[in-house]
């Protein structure tokens, strides 16, 4: 990955980089000109997916990108199978939303 320094706009080279969470690593840089010598970390963190992995890790969770929601959906909703449903034992235990309501009593 490449990084500039902050202070001289110079590039600079990776020291040193550890895993903090499954999601996040913290890299340590320092400074290519030898006349500013910074050395400073810089974090870097997966944020959200844009493409959906074939191996997903359950614990691991990433909201999806805005673009990508609506075609998975999509997708999604073209695989499942289209039936109707009728109980068998039951009625229906609710009435139709736009149906008049009886009067209690």
Do not use: W
Request: charged fraction near 15%; charge should be positive.
């Amino acid at each position: 990955m490449r990084m500039m320094c902050p202070h001289c706009k110079q590039s600079a080279y990776t020291r040193h980089s550890g895993q903090l969470t499954t999601t996040s690593r913290e890299t340590i840089f320092h400074c290519r000109n030898y006349e500013c010598g910074h050395v400073f970390s810089a974090v870097t963190e997966i944020n959200r997916t844009i493409s959906p992995s074939a191996t997903p890790d359950p614990s691991v969770v990433l909201p999806l990108s805005s673009h990508i929601k609506r075609a998975l959906l999509q997708q999604q909703l073209q695989a499942m199978p289209a039936v109707d449903y009728r109980p068998r034992h039951a009625g229906f235990m609710t009435g139709d939303l736009f149906e008049a309501m009886p009067a209690a009593g």
